[in-house]
């Protein structure tokens, strides 16, 4: 093999292995396509959004029960998801994904739940049992991030 045939195959095996690299940044972690961050201190579902925004992502959009499952997984405690009661302050029973203000297409209720207890429960934890509870977003949690890589 000459010198030049021995760069071509290192450059392609080295180009090779950036694109079946994970892209993800130390501390986030790669899950079907997407990055995820854990956020350990427990803040208000404001706060966490905005925490999330200044690492250029969002409060975790959960989209089915598998990444549902690998979410919990990454943090085995209860933690803020980017869902809110669409009208706030009102009995609505609209979800919204605050990323992208689309109607939450997949949940995975507690049973009985919502139910708005109190009549200000306008945010989304999720428990350790993987089901949905809403809660007041002044209530302090932790949270986890994810972005595109």
């Given at each position: 093999m000459t010198i030049?045939?021995?760069?071509i195959f290192t450059l392609l095996f080295l180009g090779a292995h950036l694109i079946l690299c994970s892209c993800c940044e130390d501390g986030w972690t790669e899950h079907s396509g997407h990055c995820y961050?854990?956020?350990q201190g427990k803040m208000t579902f404001d706060d966490a959004q905005c925490a999330c925004n200044a690492n250029d992502a969002y409060l975790v959009k959960l989209?089915?029960?598998?990444e549902t499952d690998f979410v919990?997984?990454?943090l085995k405690d209860t933690f803020w998801i980017g869902t809110r009661r669409a009208c706030v302050g009102g009995d609505?029973?609209?979800?919204?994904?605050?990323?992208?203000?689309?109607?939450?297409t997949?949940?995975?209720?507690?049973?009985?739940?919502p139910n708005n207890s109190g009549?200000?429960?306008n945010c989304v934890e999720i428990r350790t049992s993987n089901l949905w509870n809403d809660l007041e977003c002044s209530d302090e949690l932790k949270s986890v991030c994810e972005?595109?890589?």
């Open positions: 030049f045939s021995a760069s961050y854990v956020e989209d089915n029960q598998a919990t997984g990454l609505s029973n609209i979800w919204l994904m605050i990323h992208d203000l689309t109607e939450a997949f949940t995975s209720w507690s049973p009985h739940e009549g200000n429960e972005r595109g890589k």
